[in-house]
């Protein structure tokens, strides 16, 4: 069974920047991939971004040039660095681990931008 615990999140102004952790119980690049998605009320959830392999990380249209994924393998965490943040970006955020047999989230964090 793979644990996550997500962290990080707040309450931030429009334009301000936060950085959320996903911190797991097993190598983070141990399966497929690491991603952090995000439900915002009464809205489906909705990929942000993404770690596959380890090597290649892609992201949402929606966030691309804002927000970046990062991880450290020696802490098995990834992180999202959100920066420009909008009102928009309100959301519980999960991460995400994909492997061969399944998948696993986390809790979820929540990030409420608002002025």
């Known amino acids: 069974q793979v644990q996550l615990v997500e962290s990080g999140g707040g309450l931030v102004q429009p334009g301000e920047s936060l950085r959320l952790s996903c911190t797991a119980s097993?190598?983070?690049?141990?399966?497929?991939?690491m991603g952090w998605y995000r439900q915002a009320p009464g809205k489906e959830r909705e990929f942000v971004a993404r770690?596959?392999?380890?090597?290649?990380?892609v992201y949402a249209q929606s966030v691309k040039g804002r927000f970046t994924m990062s991880g450290d393998n020696v802490k098995n965490t990834v992180y999202l660095q959100m920066n420009s943040l909008k009102p928009e970006d309100t959301a519980v955020y999960y991460c995400?681990?994909?492997?061969?047999?399944?998948?696993?989230w986390g809790q979820g964090t929540q990030v409420t931008v608002s002025s």
């Open positions: 995400r681990f994909v492997t061969s047999t399944g998948s696993y």
């Open positions: 770690i596959i392999s380890g090597r290649f990380t």
């Open positions: 097993v190598s983070i690049f141990s399966g497929n991939s």
